[in-house]
């Protein structure tokens, strides 16, 4: 397959897909997404979590539906997050995903490979069809259809991309648009295949992931590596970022990898030198304190904070406003110029004023 790209990179054109109060593909903005990791049958934890994840920069949140217990607990879920989007993620029991419909949920993920006969996802379609539900058709490494497994394999992209559009000709035959598709495989160089292939033969919005990426630094490497090679060819209409961790990190890299492939223009991004031997400040917990008191921030602002006098004020200069220290004492920068002179104690306290006074938003200390 020829991959043709030109400078600079334009998104692929994708239909525009309603989940709740949020719009995906169609040119809008790439939604961020994660996945509950409660027993859904716990209400009160599933609803604590999606609480916490739509905090946490998320935009819309899927839960799993493991059986007719979990089923019967929807309704209750969904009448304490009203206005929120929220999906159910439905596996081998297409009955499931007709009481999350039921239940009002905003949108339905099925997977080709165990959702079982032609008419179940049939019965699906059409109960998603009269109360305006979209649905994702997920495919992943894990559950390719066998005839397809047998045909190419578990790492071959074209599995990937027969199966969601075997699955979505079904949707298409009943007259069914409000389709969302992904591909996802836990390798990097299948899944970006993969979703180019399927986003030549097809124009509904993709979600991308790179599905069992691993646990929160070796997942956030593979992660990174993969979604942002997806993302920079113009690829992606919502993500989610694959953790084995605790989920309110997923958001978190998820929204530092648009933020990367600039492709979001919101919160603050700390940039740090790495530190030297040249490094006289207490810097590293100086940046992640920084970073971590900022991270509810809406408003664009790049901060720098750097660690010695050699680079620190040139790269901060880039950045919004910025410090730089070193030897008990240091500076704050603000639009490339010194405005402020402090010792290295006052550091901290002096920049998140700055930040609080150009944002805005205030900074709980």
Known sequence: MD??????IKRRKSRAVKIGDVLIGGGFPIA????????TRDV????GQITQLFDAGCDIVRISVLNHQAGDCLKAIKDQIPNKPIVADIHFQYKLALKAIEAGFDKIRINPGNIGAEWKVREVTKAAQER????RIG????????????QYGHDDPRAFVEAALREAAILE???????VLSVKSTNTTVAFWAYHMLGQRCDYPLHIGITESGILETGTVKSSVGLGAILMTGIGDTIRVSLAAD????PRVAKQILQSCALVNEGVEVIACPTCGRCQIDMIPLAESISAKT??????LKVAVMGCAVNGPGEAAAADVGIAGGAGKGILIKKGEIVARMDEADLEKNLLDEIEAMTGEKIPR
């Open 3 to 8: 991959l043709q790209l030109s400078y600079p």
């Open 32 to 39: 961020i997404q994660s996945m509950t990791t409660t027993d």
């Open 44 to 47: 009160a934890a599933t609803v």
């Open 132 to 135: 305006g539900v979209p649905i």
């Open 139 to 150: 495919v992943n490494s894990g559950s390719l259809p066998k005839d397809l497994l047998e």
């Open 173 to 179: 035959d009943m007259n069914f648009q409000d389709i």
């Open 247 to 250: 989920p309110i990190h997923e």
């Open 295 to 300: 991270r509810h921030i809406k408003a664009p």
